[in-house]
């Protein structure tokens, strides 16, 4: 009768331990699927970090081409006022100028 228990004890414990083995080899297929899922969305980070680091340049780059834009703009602006001033004729010449060829049709 000894014999029959310990015998039944050892096919219990080998029982037992096959159905840890088969939820071990369960959780390490898991373990194994996540780490290559959690690897996968890294590299996509990565890739979108580095896009939008480049997209960050080509805005900066961008916004300083309109400033750059923007001051030579004025400085054109400037140096066109400029010119203009010293080639206008006085302003008192503007308005008789501007008098005297304001005739009414019944004038002419």
Known sequence: MYLQE???????RITS??????????FRAEID???AENSYLKQQARERD???SDQR???????SKVEQMEKEKQLYISNVGSVLR?????????FIFSNSNSRTPSES
């Open 33 to 35: 699927s996540l780490t």
């Open 6 to 12: 310990e015998i039944s004890g050892l096919r219990e």
């Open 57 to 63: 340049d080509k805005i900066e780059e961008l916004s």
């Open 86 to 94: 010293k080639n206008a004729p006085p302003i008192h010449m503007i």
């Open 50 to 52: 580095r896009e939008a």
């Open 17 to 26: 331990k096959a159905g840890i083995d088969e939820t071990n080899e369960a």
